[in-house]
Nanobody, 121 residues
Framework: VQLQASGGGLVQAGDSLTLSCVASGRAANNYAIAWFRQAPGKEREFVAAIDGASNTIYADSVKDRFTISRDNAKSTVYLQMNSLKAEDTAVYLC????????????????WGQGTLVTVSS
């Protein structure tokens, strides 16, 4: 599975932004896709994940602000981010693993390149 993330940019606090992760490869739509983020000097952090049946899980820090979804016809997973805060600033990465979602980065076998989200306060 190959993953291509896009959609990052510079926004102001309170704005919205949508990230996309296109998955290609055999049976990509059966994979769980997750978003992680990593801010400078900090460890990689789980954000949200969605499995092949569109069941979702979220980190508590984003649960009421971010929405993860997938369009299997386009083999794309989206991360809709609302009410962005300065602390959301990070490189956002998408990752894939077979079947079930996980909050743990080591559980994911495939990673895309990151897309930078910068939120100015």
């Amino acid at each position: 599975v190959q993953l291509q993330a896009s959609g990052g940019g510079l926004v102001q606090a309170g704005d919205s932004l949508t990230l996309s992760c296109v998955a290609s490869g055999r049976a990509a739509n059966n994979y769980a896709i997750a978003w992680f983020r990593q801010a400078p000097g900090k460890e990689r952090e789980f954000v949200a994940a969605i499995d092949g049946a569109s069941n979702t899980i979220y980190a508590d820090s984003v649960k009421d602000r971010f929405t993860i979804s997938r369009d299997n016809a386009k083999s794309t997973v989206y991360l809709q981010m609302n009410s962005l805060k300065a602390e959301d600033t990070a490189v956002y990465l998408c990752a894939a693993r077979a079947f079930r979602s996980s909050r743990t980065s080591v559980a994911y076998n495939y990673w895309g390149q990151g897309t930078l989200v910068t939120v100015s306060s």
